[in-house]
DNA sequence: TCCTAGTGCAACGTTTGGTTGCACATCACT
DNA sequence: AGTGATGTGCAACCAAACGTTGCACTAGGA
């Protein structure tokens, strides 16, 4: 269900700092390294760093403009990592509520003393 | 809108190792430290390691059972990071939506000539 | 008691996020 | 053109994190 490329994105995504860039890049609609660690608690190189970084794995392009460098969000690729934020939130929901749902069934059997109603699960799951 | 509680959730669930570990601790309902390294491509230690990074933030705890101490999912904290998840991609989502509509507004006033809709915005959202 | 299975701690190496320092390129101004 | 300010790039260095190996300790079973 992971794969090398996913956990790249994650990787990419999981540093707050990297975060904190991608915001700003998608506010600004593009940005430089200069400017970016003008509005973040580290170095330009740092930026610079983090910015080769969200290079390599596609969530952003930069285009030379003068003596800038201006670095832009790669909507495709960035769509791409929050669908697998969703897909790893969505699967981690899933466990947890069918995990709630058999505590719930459990203590309804043990105070109500009939069968527990299992039946009305919509989670096609068929566990791991 | 991040905390440094959220940055330590993220960067703990940030790591491909411990994810898988959440995995299969959410499929087992609990788990040991070399029980989870015989079914993970790393070491007892390192598996030990993550396990204190986990307990560390509250994603999961420990109950020691004889000679064994195994770990369990916090199903509360672990509901709390699919939220942070949640909330950052769908903050990322809106944001690429709105470049969207932007886009397609120009291409629409570029071809068809007339007025782009720029009216139907729902996301409240007043930039920086 | 002795052996096995599980855990904990310590040392070590590698990668990563961050810093400082310096050199190079480009724009603006006189 | 010359000079200074602004923006980048590269290299060295430091600290934290991920992973490894090795050894010592503890609890269950023969």
Redesign the pocket.
Known sequence: MSTAVDDDLW?AVG?P?RRRMLDLLLADGSG???GLSDRL??????V???LA?LDRVGLVHAAPV????RYQVDQAQLARAVAQLAAVGDAWDGRLRRIKQIAEAIERGRTGGRTPPLSPRKEGDSNG
Do not use: Y
């Open positions: 990787s540093d700092t430089t390294a200069t608690p580290v170095t330009r190189q740092a610079a760093k983090h970084v003068g003596r800038e460098k």
